[in-house]
């Protein structure tokens, strides 16, 4: 479940998530860093390797939440217990090498399932990051800069319907300005 609490509450990008290892994780500064490296597709858990991120934007060091942080220490410390030489080059979903494609579909299907709730896409827990951002009043060039987009016009394009809503609360604030006035 920490892997889709990494993807949903950081907005990575899977293979951003596939290239964590444990050393990447800051618990001293409650950081998380996707530097440089990220898995894309792989056949199996041998035929792998890192490549650059999608953009240099996706370099970034973020911030954990408090919930995340403790989930992460209580992996990383259960991880110690039961996998033979681990280090901090250890893989945060995986071990000595990362986890599969199929191990996270197949996961969240059967989570899904579980929980009777409608399927979605891996990188769907990306764009609901940006949602839960916007929802609750994260200014655009955060959360652009939060999900690395390049341009914070790809943020735009891609949730601007989510500003619609915003629109309401700018007229709320011109309208309470005006009431200020009349009530002199």
Same mark, same amino acid.
């Given at each position: ?45 041998? %035929?792998? +390797? =890192?490549?650059?991120? &999608?953009? /240099?934007?996706?370099? @970034? ?6 919930? #995340? ?31 599969? %494609?199929? +191990? =996270?579909?197949?996961? &969240?299907? /059967?989570?899904?399932? @579980? ?6 896409? #891996? ?62």
């Amino acid at each position: 479940m920490k892997h889709f609490q990494l993807l949903y509450y950081c907005g990575l990008r899977i293979g951003e998530l596939k290239g964590l290892t444990w050393k990447d994780i800051d618990f001293e500064n409650k950081t998380v860093s996707i530097n440089n490296k990220q898995i894309t597709k792989q056949s199996n858990r041998e %035929n792998w +390797r =890192f490549v650059p991120p &999608k953009t /240099k934007k996706s370099n @970034k060091v973020l911030p954990l939440t408090k919930v #995340l942080l403790n989930d992460l220490k209580t992996l990383k410390e259960s991880d110690k217990e039961i996998l033979f030489g681990f280090n901090d080059k250890f893989f945060v979903v995986g071990d000595i090498a990362p986890a599969s %494609n199929n +191990r =996270f579909s197949d996961r &969240k299907n /059967k989570n899904c399932e @579980k929980a009777g709730v409608k399927q979605i896409r #891996l990188h769907d827990f990306r764009h609901s990051c940006a949602s839960l951002l916007i929802n609750n009043g994260a200014n655009v060039t955060l959360v652009a800069k939060y999900l690395g987009h390049t341009k914070i016009e790809e943020t735009l394009n891609t949730y601007s319907h989510m500003f619609s809503t915003a629109l309401d609360s700018v007229v709320s604030v011109i309208d309470s300005l005006e009431d200020d006035k009349t009530d002199d």
